[in-house]
Protein backbone atom coordinates (compact mmCIF):
# COMPACT_ATOMS: atom_id res chain seq x y z
CA UNK A 1 0.00 0.00 0.00
CA UNK A 2 1.25 3.46 -0.55
CA UNK A 3 1.16 6.36 1.87
CA UNK A 4 -2.04 6.89 1.36
CA UNK A 5 -3.28 3.82 1.64
CA UNK A 6 -4.31 2.94 -1.88
CA UNK A 7 -2.88 -0.54 -3.17
CA UNK A 8 0.07 -0.72 -5.28
CA UNK A 9 0.09 -3.72 -7.82
CA UNK A 10 3.26 -5.80 -8.01
CA UNK A 11 4.03 -8.57 -10.65
CA UNK A 12 3.12 -10.87 -7.92
CA UNK A 13 -0.49 -9.81 -7.87
CA UNK A 14 -2.66 -11.71 -10.60
CA UNK A 15 -3.73 -9.38 -13.43
CA UNK A 16 -7.04 -7.67 -13.93
CA UNK A 17 -8.95 -9.28 -16.03
CA UNK A 18 -10.45 -5.89 -17.11
CA UNK A 19 -9.71 -4.52 -20.56
CA UNK A 20 -6.52 -2.48 -20.68
CA UNK A 21 -5.96 0.92 -22.92
CA UNK A 22 -2.37 1.58 -23.18
CA UNK A 23 -1.53 5.60 -24.35
CA UNK A 24 1.03 6.53 -26.11
CA UNK A 25 3.16 7.72 -22.54
CA UNK A 26 2.78 4.51 -20.91
CA UNK A 27 3.80 2.67 -24.15
CA UNK A 28 6.92 5.04 -24.05
CA UNK A 29 6.88 3.91 -20.21
CA UNK A 30 6.61 0.08 -20.94
CA UNK A 31 9.12 0.08 -23.32
CA UNK A 32 11.43 1.94 -21.39
CA UNK A 33 11.05 -1.13 -18.26
CA UNK A 34 11.94 -3.51 -20.74
CA UNK A 35 14.82 -1.29 -22.52
CA UNK A 36 15.90 -1.45 -19.06
CA UNK A 37 15.41 -5.52 -18.50
CA UNK A 38 16.68 -6.30 -21.58
CA UNK A 39 20.23 -4.65 -22.08
CA UNK A 40 22.19 -3.83 -25.04
CA UNK A 41 23.94 -7.33 -25.63
CA UNK A 42 21.78 -7.75 -29.12
CA UNK A 43 22.69 -7.59 -32.57
CA UNK A 44 19.40 -6.78 -34.06
CA UNK A 45 16.02 -6.52 -33.55
CA UNK A 46 13.22 -9.26 -35.30
CA UNK A 47 10.29 -7.18 -35.06
CA UNK A 48 6.59 -9.78 -35.31
CA UNK A 49 4.50 -7.97 -37.42
CA UNK A 50 2.22 -6.15 -37.25
CA UNK A 51 2.01 -5.38 -33.78
CA UNK A 52 5.44 -5.57 -32.60
CA UNK A 53 6.40 -3.20 -35.41
CA UNK A 54 5.96 0.10 -32.84
CA UNK A 55 7.73 -1.32 -29.98
CA UNK A 56 10.29 -2.97 -32.11
CA UNK A 57 10.97 0.50 -33.38
CA UNK A 58 10.76 2.24 -29.85
CA UNK A 59 12.83 -0.42 -28.23
CA UNK A 60 15.51 -0.40 -31.66
CA UNK A 61 16.09 3.38 -30.78
CA UNK A 62 16.37 2.47 -26.76
CA UNK A 63 18.97 0.10 -27.34
CA UNK A 64 20.98 2.19 -30.18
CA UNK A 65 20.28 -1.24 -32.64
CA UNK A 66 19.90 0.29 -36.16
CA UNK A 67 19.31 -3.00 -37.64
CA UNK A 68 15.32 -4.47 -37.41
CA UNK A 69 14.19 -7.41 -39.40
CA UNK A 70 10.33 -8.50 -39.77
CA UNK A 71 8.85 -11.90 -39.42
CA UNK A 72 5.71 -11.11 -41.14
CA UNK A 73 2.98 -13.58 -38.92
CA UNK A 74 -0.47 -14.01 -38.84
CA UNK A 75 -2.34 -15.96 -36.28
CA UNK A 76 -5.39 -14.32 -35.55
CA UNK A 77 -8.22 -14.25 -38.14
CA UNK A 78 -10.43 -11.15 -38.75
CA UNK A 79 -13.43 -12.61 -36.85
CA UNK A 80 -11.26 -12.56 -33.42
CA UNK A 81 -10.61 -16.34 -34.58
CA UNK A 82 -7.39 -17.98 -34.59
CA UNK A 83 -5.73 -19.96 -37.72
CA UNK A 84 -4.67 -23.94 -36.44
CA UNK A 85 -0.94 -22.66 -36.38
CA UNK A 86 0.31 -19.48 -37.02
CA UNK A 87 0.99 -18.37 -41.16
CA UNK A 88 4.49 -17.19 -41.69
CA UNK A 89 4.07 -14.87 -44.50
CA UNK A 90 7.96 -13.41 -44.43
CA UNK A 91 10.91 -14.08 -42.44
CA UNK A 92 14.19 -13.14 -42.64
CA UNK A 93 16.50 -15.36 -44.49
CA UNK A 94 18.92 -17.98 -42.57
CA UNK A 95 22.39 -15.83 -43.28
CA UNK A 96 20.98 -12.57 -41.52
CA UNK A 97 20.52 -15.08 -38.28
CA UNK A 98 23.30 -17.32 -38.21
CA UNK A 99 25.34 -16.69 -35.46
CA UNK A 100 23.54 -13.62 -34.52
CA UNK A 101 22.04 -12.85 -31.35
CA UNK A 102 18.29 -11.73 -32.04
CA UNK A 103 15.88 -10.13 -30.13
CA UNK A 104 12.53 -10.68 -30.92
CA UNK A 105 9.92 -8.49 -30.16
CA UNK A 106 6.33 -8.29 -30.43
CA UNK A 107 3.32 -6.53 -28.10
CA UNK A 108 1.40 -8.70 -26.06
CA UNK A 109 2.10 -12.66 -25.57
CA UNK A 110 -1.39 -14.26 -25.37
CA UNK A 111 -1.42 -17.68 -26.72
CA UNK A 112 2.36 -17.62 -27.08
CA UNK A 113 2.44 -20.14 -30.36
CA UNK A 114 3.26 -16.81 -32.77
CA UNK A 115 6.39 -16.27 -30.41
CA UNK A 116 7.41 -20.08 -30.09
CA UNK A 117 6.89 -20.51 -34.18
CA UNK A 118 8.84 -17.42 -34.38
CA UNK A 119 11.97 -18.54 -31.87
CA UNK A 120 12.08 -22.37 -33.46
CA UNK A 121 12.88 -20.29 -36.81
CA UNK A 122 15.11 -17.93 -36.03
CA UNK A 123 17.23 -21.22 -33.64
CA UNK A 124 17.03 -23.32 -37.06
CA UNK A 125 18.87 -20.40 -38.96
CA UNK A 126 21.38 -20.65 -36.13
CA UNK A 127 20.25 -17.23 -34.39
CA UNK A 128 20.65 -16.97 -30.60
CA UNK A 129 17.34 -15.97 -29.63
CA UNK A 130 15.91 -13.72 -26.81
CA UNK A 131 11.96 -12.80 -26.71
CA UNK A 132 10.33 -9.98 -25.51
CA UNK A 133 6.82 -8.54 -25.37
CA UNK A 134 4.92 -5.59 -24.06
CA UNK A 135 2.30 -7.88 -22.34
CA UNK A 136 2.10 -11.22 -21.14
CA UNK A 137 -0.37 -13.23 -20.39
CA UNK A 138 0.43 -16.21 -18.50
CA UNK A 139 -3.11 -17.20 -17.99
CA UNK A 140 -3.33 -17.65 -21.72
CA UNK A 141 -0.24 -19.48 -22.91
CA UNK A 142 -0.34 -22.40 -24.70
CA UNK A 143 3.31 -22.91 -25.07
CA UNK A 144 6.22 -24.26 -23.19
CA UNK A 145 7.64 -21.30 -23.72
CA UNK A 146 7.78 -18.01 -21.31
CA UNK A 147 8.96 -14.96 -22.61
CA UNK A 148 12.71 -13.76 -21.64
CA UNK A 149 11.15 -10.43 -20.86
CA UNK A 150 8.13 -8.46 -20.53
CA UNK A 151 7.34 -5.08 -19.53
CA UNK A 152 3.70 -6.15 -17.68
CA UNK A 153 1.03 -8.80 -16.85
CA UNK A 154 -2.36 -8.95 -18.43
CA UNK A 155 -5.71 -10.38 -18.84
CA UNK A 156 -7.61 -9.07 -20.37
CA UNK A 157 -7.80 -7.66 -23.88
CA UNK A 158 -5.13 -5.09 -24.22
CA UNK A 159 -5.27 -1.96 -26.80
CA UNK A 160 -2.62 -0.32 -27.79
CA UNK A 161 -2.28 3.26 -29.54
CA UNK A 162 -1.11 3.13 -32.55
CA UNK A 163 -3.74 -0.21 -33.57
CA UNK A 164 -6.33 1.51 -35.41
CA UNK A 165 -9.97 0.97 -34.99
CA UNK A 166 -8.80 -0.81 -31.92
Known amino acids: ?3 NGAPVRTELEPPSPDPIAVGWEELDALVARLA ?4 RDYDLVLAITRG ?5 GILAYRLDLREILVAGVEFYTGDGGTHPAPLVTQFPAADL ?3 RRVLVIDEVWET ?9 RV ?4 GIVTTAVIHYKPGRSRVALTPDHYAALAHGWVTYPYKAGG
Open 112 to 120: GETMAEVVR
Open 52 to 56: GLVPA
Open 36 to 39: TAIG
Open 97 to 99: LRG
Open 1 to 3: MTG
Open 123 to 126: REAG
